[in-house]
């Protein structure tokens, strides 16, 4: 039986957001009515591009066309209802929007809008560039001498889908122990910010604002190189491997002590890549792939949408799968599980079946959930998190389950620490980005190399909810916590292993990081300048892969609650951020059609571009969707011939801010691009109080909002074994036993750097 099995949604919305969300539910099982209701028709700025793209979102719904009163009666039959209508659209309807009515009928209430449903922005227009650009994220995509490059795919709304499906869970687990639902808002913007946590993070504590530089990367080295047949993603890491795996570039300086260890190669980075590039260019790009592999680096190399969709490890795993239909145009092979549950196994998605409401939907909302425990304001109180995690996706997926409630212990290893630690071992407690990125957690150490290190972790597990690891497989299994190991120890346990491949499959042993698990999984490929063959890296994909680990986790919660039983969740995170363009996938196996790039542009509106503003770096995206919006943009910035070139003189006269307020007051959407700065003193995201203080500090805000309460920040990230005595004594482990911790002690991700003179 899959975890949602008897979960009834109604989902209303033209969005992408919401059809996302509501897809990865009907795939776990739950029954997700899709309402055709004149004010739900799809169409606009952010709605499904295509036909190929509405049957990716809607597999496994059934499609139901009603009326006003038939809209309410089936609202009432419902556990949870996805309103993607906007700000009033709901109401409008007749159906009730009180958090105490919904709560006493123990209904979910889930409402996703672009800016959220009060203040400044709440009702302006928007659409996927113009949201990419009001996060922050297109600051920082693209090239720095030239203008901001919007995601290739619906990347912020997609975001917000997922995030919306992981409060969902939460929610549904509070509803398990008292019977109350809730009412949860998602602004599309906010669960971006999300994403771009560290630059926002980093601005707060020290002014720098990030911004474009390519698919450049701070550590060296750490991007896509051509090479002898197209281009391959190279990167320093695991550091510790690189002086081993280096001598494959053929040439001996590369390996002499003067470039040894990462600040080296940072202070000499133009030589560095000068002196690989000869090797690059007569290796072809898999050979690049699997030598770097097989020498300890995460290199991979920049696939086409053909060549990751015939990839060897994604055939292994049967990654692509048949959607079912009676009607040959509706078939077509997709992405499958987004991740792979033990006990909660993926759907095979059909194409969505259409009826009028009738006896076959009728019914009343789920009993199965409703418990008798006191209402808890956090809601995932009680559940205790074991992080083995490093870098960013796994400790972003941890840090989610704290900020709503859950206990989460970080458990670190002081010969290797982290590596968002740092290089330098008296800054290991500093980083602003270690502060953001584990907030409310606790930290301690130990060495599971040593005896009584590993009986002490073995008792955390077996008290423990929630166990979440991003090492490659076998890692952890060589700890002593192997899959049926923590079974044996507890099995209520929820055990999620993130790694780049996956646990099975001819690349399993493979390393990834964020930007070699873009380029190989096909997404890379989406996002370039029409005139430029050079593909660009999104922001932040480790973090929307982290939030996959965040929703795996909970949706064996959801299951726990009903069977009492845990289970291992593999997740993969090429597949994971294949999952984000299923929709080309989907049309490449229709019709064999590579996506070229567009650039800022969309060809389904009449104009879509980013333009230069008065100021230095200032920029403004809008979309003018039809005709009519045309007419209205004409009428503002004046001309009558070239419209780009009217728009282009119109914007570089004016304030960007300025002008995105003039654009909305006639309809259109528009959003200068904002960077860390701009957000920082943002008017709409002050009124609706995003951001979060503590002790005189400000840090990045939640992702959504519970109605019933729940997401706080009661502590930043802690120092390394800040928590050593409240937790280790618990599990017989005395001080006495406790690691070293002094700086002769540490080692670090860095090559074991030491700090500068």
Known sequence: ??????????????????????????????????????????????????????????????????????????????DLIIDGLGAGGLEALGVDTALEQQA?????????????????????????????????????????DREPLNAGFPLVQLGAGLRACCAVLIALH???????????????????????????????????????NGDEHDLVPWRTFRCRDGWATVVGGPMRNWQKACTLFEDAELASSRLAHMGDRIAHRDEVYTRMQPWLSRTDKRAVFHLGQQAGLAWTYLASLEEAASDPQFEARAFFAEAASDDAHDRGRMPG?????????????????????????????????????????????????????????????????ADYGAQVIKIEYP??????????????????????????????????????????????????DILLDNSRPGVMARKGLAPETLRQLNPRLIAVSLSAFGATGPYAAYAGYGGSIESISGLQELTAYVDDDKRF??????????????????????????????????????????????EHFLRYFRHGSQPQPQGNGDARFALQDCFACAGEDQWLALTAA????????????????????????????????????????????????????????????????????????????LPFRLGRGGGVLHRRGPDLGADNAAVLPAVGLPPEQWPDLSPQALGTAYDNETEPS
């Open 1 to 78: 039986m899959t975890a949602l099995t008897s979960l009834r949604v109604i989902e209303l919305g033209g969005d992408v957001a919401s059809a996302y969300c509501a897809k990865l539910l009907a795939g776990f099982g739950a029954e997700v009515l899709r309402i055709e209701h004149p004010s739900s028709r799809r169409s606009g700025p952010l709605a499904p591009a295509d036909g190929d793209s509405a049957d990716w979102l809607d597999t496994g719904k059934q499609r139901i066309e009603c009326d006003d009163d038939a809209l309410r009666a089936l609202c009432t039959s419902a």
């Open 104 to 144: 006493a009928a123990g209904r979910i209430l889930l409402r996703i809008a672009p800016f959220g449903l009060h203040g400044p922005l709440a009702t302006a227009p928007a659409s996927d560039i113009t949201l990419y650009a009001a996060s922050g994220l297109m600051q920082s995509t693209g090239r720095g």
């Open 174 to 212: 509070r509803r398990a122990g008292d019977g109350k639902g809730d009412v949860i808002e998602v602004s599309m913007q906010e669960t971006a910010l999300d994403t771009y946590e560290i630059a926002l993070i980093q601005y707060l504590r020290s002014g720098k604002v990030a911004r474009r």
């Open 337 to 401: 599980a987004p991740f792979r549950p033990a006990r909660s196994p993926w759907r095979q998605l059909a194409a969505p079946r259409h009826s009028r409401p009738g006896a076959e939907v009728a019914g009343a909302a789920s009993t199965r959930w409703r418990g008798n425990a006191a209402t808890n304001e956090q809601p995932l109180a009680g559940i205790t998190v074991l992080d083995f995690t490093h870098d960013w996706a796994g400790p972003h997926a941890a840090r989610l389950l």
């Open 415 to 464: 010969a290797r620490l982290d590596g968002m630690r740092g290089g330098y071992k008296a800054r290991i407690n500093q980083y602003p980005r270690v502060h953001q990125l584990h907030r409310n957690k606790q930290s301690i150490t130990l060495d599971l190399r040593i005896p009584e290190h590993r009986a002490a972790c073995h008792r955390l597990v077996a008290q423990a």
């Open 537 to 582: 890296r999104v922001r932040e994909l480790d973090v929307l892969n982290g939030v996959f680990g965040t929703l795996a986790a909970l949706l064996a919660l959801v299951q726990r609650d009903d069977d009492g039983e845990g289970q291992w969740v593999d997740v993969a995170e090429t597949e994971t951020t294949a999952w984000l363009i299923g």
């Open 626 to 701: 039809d005709e009519a919006q045309v007419r209205k943009l004409r009428a503002l910035v004046g001309g009558h011939d070239r419209l780009h070139e009217d728009v282009a003189r119109w914007c570089a006269s004016r304030d960007a801010q300025q002008a995105e307020q003039q654009l909305h007051a006639v309809g259109i959407a528009a959003a200068h691009v904002r960077s860390a700065a701009a957000l920082a003193n943002d008017a709409h995201l002050q009124e609706r109080t995003w951001w979060l203080d503590l002790e005189g500090e400000r840090f990045p805000g």
